[in-house]
């Protein structure tokens, strides 16, 4: 029997900026990291309660209540801590609690 390519279930999207949400960091992907010059940088998380959003800054110097951005081990996003904002937001940390990557994974705007 032949060889026949496994297609994982696992997929990338290579075209759009994403974030994903887990309990100690939010990754960004390559698309998002290189659109945000993510490199160098701090991040500054904004929250809407009402409409259950959350808003980054991304910005170039320390700040009050900023956030260190960091290249990811073994990969070729960035990532930047999340375990405060997840720990103060029960609907954040349901979304960062989810089995699969896939259901903690958003298309930034």
Do not use: C
Not at 14 to 36: C, D, G, Q, W
């Amino acid at each position: 029997m032949p060889f026949e390519r496994f297609i994982g279930t696992r997929t990338m999207d290579k075209e759009n900026p994403m974030v994903t949400i887990s309990l100690t960091h939010f990754y960004y992907n390559a698309v998002a990291s290189r659109l945000l010059e993510l490199q160098s940088k701090r991040v500054i998380y904004h929250v809407d309660e009402e409409e259950r959003k959350i808003g980054f800054d991304i910005i170039d110097d320390d700040h009050d209540h900023s956030y260190s951005v960091f290249a990811k081990t073994g990969g070729t996003g960035f990532g930047s801590a999340s375990s405060d904002i997840v720990r103060r937001f029960d609907w954040i940390k349901a979304v960062a609690s989810l089995k699969g990557a896939e259901k903690q994974k958003f298309r930034l705007r």
